[in-house]
């Protein structure tokens, strides 16, 4: 039997809590780009309390309408490097191909000043087994924090870039992965400067903006900057701040990027895992003191040499 809650906020929506953090199944509701307005607006207002919303057996979405629907959450944008599926702005990962498998913590694009605010993903081809999903929640691992360590954080900044060390905490990666990485993924290099702490725009809720694309801290040495980036990144994904979702064919789960990481669990071998994502354009985080994130390095201010270095 399915326990579901009662969540007065959002009326229409039947509503099954995952975890007690971050997470909520959205229950009865066949998601589309012409679901009614009263029903989105609760849907939209749900994923920012609930961090995370996941809709099972969503066979109607095709990848036009996938993207219609994300459409609905403001403008998608493609993939600042990855090339896109014919025809499409969606972000596609194939087990099968090099760059298909995102296992480690990060919250999307944040290489980019005015990096996305929302992921819609899509499961088009789903192992028997494994290849399941985590996701936590960054602004209560802010909230949990010490208050002398919530102040330090505070006025810490960050440079994120997509030219990071995808090899450094595999036990093994395979050199067709590190080959996609560098020619694919790192084919133009970006860097962008972020608070640690950044406000987010609906809900207020301070969060913490870190993950694998974290390259240094302005101010501080590459050891420090580790050290210190390892101290604040362990609070993000402690168990208790996250929830673990067992992906089924054609399952969607819709993010807030702005208040949570996740990784992609690399457990299912060589079966098939393939899935999609439409992602829509964000704005520059904001600090506590309304300093915002500023672009440190793109490809059209580099020369054709160090664009492709």
Do not use: C
């Amino acid at each position: 039997m399915t326990t579901v809650s009662v969540d007065t906020d959002f009326p229409d929506l039947t509503i099954r809590r995952v975890a007690g953090n971050i997470g909520a199944e959205i229950l009865d509701i066949k998601i589309s780009p012409d679901i009614d307005a009263a029903i989105f607006a609760q849907i939209d207002a749900a994923l920012v309390k609930y961090k995370v919303l996941f809709f099972r057996n969503q066979t109607q979405l095709t990848d036009e309408s996938h993207q219609a629907f994300g459409a609905r959450f403001g403008k998608i944008v493609a993939h600042p490097t990855v090339p896109a599926p014919t025809g499409t702005k969606l972000f596609e990962l194939d087990a099968s191909k090099g760059g298909g498998r995102a296992d480690s913590w990060h919250t999307d694009v944040t290489f980019v000043e005015a990096f996305p605010k929302i992921s819609i993903l899509r499961g088009v081809k789903i192992p028997e087994y494994g290849g399941d999903t985590v996701w936590a929640n960054t602004a209560t691992a802010y909230e949990k924090l010490p208050e002398e360590l919530k102040r330090f954080a505070e006025s810490l900044r960050a440079v994120h870039s997509n030219d990071y060390d995808y090899g450094a905490e595999r036990i093994v990666a395979e050199q067709q992965r590190l080959d996609h990485h560098r020619k694919v993924f790192v084919s133009a290099v970006y860097e962008a400067e972020h608070p640690v702490v950044h406000v987010h725009p609906v809900s207020g809720e301070k969060a913490l903006l870190l993950g694998h694309f974290f390259k240094r801290l302005s101010g501080f040495s590459s050891r420090e900057s580790a050290r210190l980036f390892e101290l604040l990144q362990n609070r993000v994904i402690q168990l208790e701040n996250t929830v673990r979702w067992r992906w089924q064919q054609d399952d969607v789960v819709i993010w807030d990027n702005r208040a949570t990481q996740h990784y992609a669990v690399n457990d299912y071998g060589n079966q098939p895992r393939l899935v999609r994502r439409v992602t829509i354009e964000g704005d520059a985080a904001v600090a506590v003191d309304g300093t915002r994130s500023r672009t440190v390095s793109h490809p059209a201010q580099q020369s054709p040499v160090s664009a492709v270095a």
